[in-house]
């Protein structure tokens, strides 16, 4: 979890009910970090970037009991507690890992990441067409909706249309976001939009749009929360 800009890990509550945490490394805001945690005979070991961090002794994790139930990273189950980041490449196993095999991890994802480039970014002034709305939160957690601008000057990048659909978060975890609510028909925003089809992650959400938008080009507010 991420607490006061401090990296924190850990087993879980104690047998007295209390959360013990790992406090891992001060974070920095917009850069990536490689985590491992591991466990063996008692004892958690945490690296971060490959080099290992903290030691400490805690009770072995007794999992005979455990029930079937949701995996979640980054917030509760219930969708409470999210935190404003992202995580990717989770691998779980069913042995320790020593500390070589977390720097090999580490050096490989580093090189996966040193190879990404940008998304095509186009940051326009647009005035907004067309609204549409959400449903409930409660009924669908994760809801994108899709509004219809018309492009008045492109700030950066290239676009050859002049009428442009945006999607904006309606529904996230659970939350109606406040952003989209608060545009208004007429008037004219700044957008920062990147190409839909380069974010094969959304194609599960559920998306609100009419059919007959489907010629328009189609973006994601990439600076939505």
Known sequence: MLQNDELLAGPGPSATGKQRLLHLTKVVAH???HVVLTQRRGTIT??????QIVVREAPLLDIAEWEGGQLSFGQAAD???DWPGSAEGIALYDRALTGHEAGQHYRAYARRLGQRRP???????????KTRDAPKASAYSNTLVVFDYHIE?????????????????GNLNGERQRAPQELRVGHSYRHTLEPFDDH?????VQIIMGDADFSLPLFFASGDP
């Open 153 to 169: 000057a492109i700030i950066k990048g290239s676009c050859s249309e002049e009428r442009v659909l945006v999607a904006h978060w």
């Open 31 to 33: 850069r990536p970090y």
């Open 79 to 81: 969708g409470s507690g």
């Open 46 to 51: 945490a690296f971060v970037d490959g080099d």
């Open 119 to 129: 998304l095509p970014a186009l940051t326009v002034q647009a005035q907004l067409m």
């Open 200 to 204: 094969p992650e959304l194609s599960s």
